[in-house]
């Protein structure tokens, strides 16, 4: 009786965690693949197009250091996020036009955004299991994939996106109050200890989190601009994205398995792949076979390492909330920031062989890593006899 109880409470929290990823992946497609593109329209050059995408994860950056110190990320914190990520969604119509206004309004909906999918990834890593989290992300692949082809197809002038843009973050907003009225924990402040965080007690680790991200800074900001450069239709670019999606779905719903292996060989496989990836892009820009088959590397360059990510974080921090912040702040936030700014310096036929070299840095990282805590390990195990 009471294992079936809490089975059927699992399936009533499953539910809105799955709207939650639905809807706020999509609201992430529409300003990654549209937007940018969008800027362009409203006369913003290259260069502004990264500062603009700089701004929000940078915001994500700073977030979690206000976090350990000074506020609890609780259920309060969370739906006053969702409320502040839909105001400056609503923000962004009034301000686009305005290069100064716009990036005031993009920093809100960072720092907004930067609290609210921390909280509810550290809920369903606590209340699901491996397999079952992949299940439910996956819905998130759904919405990016769907909001890619239908504003591949239906956007026929700029302010539309803007308003999906609206009109998803409402939604995250309602699903998110599912979240916290479904699950009780969310009820009460969390009793982590934050201030006994040891952020610098991996290093490595944090270095190659930041330099995957930076090397993912021309495909979130200009893949679709420099597609489109080389006579590629939008449609078709967004027909790309969302084939990555697909196999990113793919691979959320059966990578159970293979997280029960070592994380950081998995991670150091993904983060080869994604080298391999950007480098595809740099050698046949114009050649849509080529294309797809890098977005094909998707499934593990970005499902696989963002799981394995953020499970191994799980398993090396007490402080679980503020880890999953710390994670999001420093890969999205930090990385994202200076990996957008970067790529509006960079962009041009090069930009794609750069980023490539940059992500190998981050496996030269991981390495460092992995042999500082094997050395860690041994010099316990010394000390214990």
Not at 76 to 99: D, H, R, Y
Not at 115 to 140: C, D, F, M, N
Not at 218 to 235: A, D, N, P, Q, R
Request: aromatic share 18%; net charge positive.
């Amino acid at each position: 009786m009471i294992a079936s109880t809490k089975k059927l409470s699992l399936l009533q929290l499953e539910v809105p965690l799955a709207l939650f990823y639905l809807f706020y992946f999509a609201l992430v497609g529409v300003y990654i693949i549209f937007m940018p593109k969008v800027l362009l329209s409203f006369g913003y050059d290259n260069v502004g197009v990264g500062i603009i995408y700089a701004a929000a994860p940078f915001m994500r950056f700073l977030i979690p250091f206000v976090f350990r110190r000074y506020v609890t990320l609780d259920h309060k914190v969370f739906l006053v996020s969702l409320l502040s990520t839909f105001f400056a969604s609503l923000i962004f119509i009034s301000t686009v036009e305005n290069f100064w206004l716009y990036l005031v309004s993009n920093l809100l909906f960072g720092a907004s955004m930067g609290i609210v999918l921390p909280y509810v990834e550290t809920i369903a890593l606590q209340k699901l299991s491996k397999s079952r989290y992949g299940k439910v992300r996956l819905y998130g692949s759904i919405g990016f994939m769907v909001m890619a082809l239908w504003l591949g197809k239906a956007l026929n002038f700029p302010y539309e996106a803007l308003y999906y843009l609206a009109s998803m973050a409402f939604l995250t907003l309602l699903s998110g109050i599912m979240v916290v009225y479904h699950d009780g924990d969310t009820r009460l402040a969390t009793t982590e200890d934050n201030a006994s965080f040891k952020l610098l007690e991996y290093p490595w680790f944090w270095v190659s989190v930041f330099l995957m991200q930076v090397g993912f800074g021309g495909y979130y900001s200009f893949f679709t601009i420099y597609e489109t450069s080389h006579g590629v239709s939008l449609e078709i670019v967004s027909w790309m994205w969302s084939f990555g999606v697909v196999c990113e779905t793919i691979m959320l719903y059966f990578q159970g398995p293979l997280l029960q292996r070592n994380l950081l060989a998995i991670l150091k496989l993904a983060i080869l792949t994604t080298a391999l990836r950007w480098l595809l892009l740099y050698l046949y820009p114009d050649s849509s076979t080529m294309i797809f088959a890098s977005q094909s590397l998707h499934a593990i360059s970005f499902a696989l390492y963002h799981t394995a990510s953020i499970s191994y974080v799980f398993t090396i921090y007490s402080q679980k909330k503020l880890a999953q912040q710390f994670f999001l702040g420093i890969a999205f936030g930090l990385g994202g920031s200076v990996g957008a700014g970067l790529a509006g310096q960079i962009y041009g036929e090069s930009m794609f062989l750069i980023e490539s070299i940059i992500t190998l840095l981050a496996f030269l990282a991981l390495i460092l890593h992995d042999r500082r805590r094997e050395h860690i390990k041994e010099t316990i195990n010394v000390t214990s006899r």
